[in-house]
C-alpha cells in the first residue's frame, strides 16, 4: 500500500515482443532472471485476466501474473488479503507475493507495446480440478472447509480497502 516499499512498483525498460497477446518464453525467462533472480521451466497457464505462466525451478513452483495496467490496484490490495489470511491462526494456506531484487511486490514494464502489471506468488502444492467437474462428496467436504476457514480468517477483514465493490465478493455469490 502507499508507503510500503515491498509494494512499489518498478519502472523497467521496455521489452520488446512482437505478439501483445502470445508473449514469447525468451521474455518471460528475461523477465524471471532480471527481476527475480529465477529460472526454471515455464509453462502458460490459462487465465481469465491475463497472461499466466508456472514456473518451477525444480525446488520451488511460482505463478507469474501478467495483467493490464488498470488492475494494478486490485493485485496491491489482493496482497494485502493474501498477507491478513497468512496473519490468521485460521486461515488456509495461500499463495505468497515474491518481492523483485530490488523489493517491489508489483512490477511494470512494456511489452509487445503495452504496459503490463507483473507480480510472482508462490504456487501452492495440489491437484487441478477435475476436467469433468465431478466432484467426489469427500472433495466437497475438503472445499467446505477451506471455505470456512477462509471466511473465517477474514471476518476481521476491513472491506473498505477495496475502494468499493470487488467482483470476487462472495456475499454476492449465488443465484
Not at 496473519?87 to 507495446?113: C, F, H, N, W, Y
Request: charged fraction near 30%; proline fraction near 7%; hydrophobic fraction near 40%.
Amino acid at each position: 500500500m502507499p508507503g510500503d516499499e515491498a509494494s512499489e512498483v518498478l519502472d523497467t525498460p521496455a521489452i520488446d515482443d512482437d505478439r501483445a497477446d502470445d508473449v514469447s518464453l525468451d521474455t518471460i525467462e528475461a523477465l524471471l532472471r532480471d527481476h527475480w533472480g529465477l529460472s526454471g521451466q515455464i509453462f502458460p497457464v490459462e487465465e481469465k485476466y491475463g497472461l499466466g505462466y508456472l514456473v518451477d525451478n525444480g525446488n520451488l513452483r511460482y505463478f507469474l501474473d501478467m495483467r493490464d495496467l488498470a488492475d494494478e490496484q486490485a493485485l496491491r490490495v489482493e496482497h494485502e488479503v493474501m498477507r491478513h489470511i497468512t496473519r490468521s491462526p485460521d486461515g488456509p494456506q495461500v499463495p505468497e507475493p515474491v518481492a523483485t531484487k530490488a523489493g517491489a511486490e508489483v512490477l511494470t514494464a512494456e511489452i509487445g507495446g503495452m504496459t503490463r502489471v507483473l507480480r510472482l506468488l508462490t504456487a501452492l502444492d495440489g491437484d487441478p480440478p477435475p476436467e469433468d467437474r465431478d466432484v467426489t462428496e469427500e472433495t466437497a467436504a475438503e472445499l467446505g472447509a477451506l471455505l470456512a476457514s477462509l471466511v473465517k480468517s477474514l471476518e476481521d477483514f476491513d472491506p473498505l480497502i477495496w475502494n468499493g465493490e470487488h467482483e470476487d465478493d462472495l456475499r454476492k455469490a449465488g443465484p
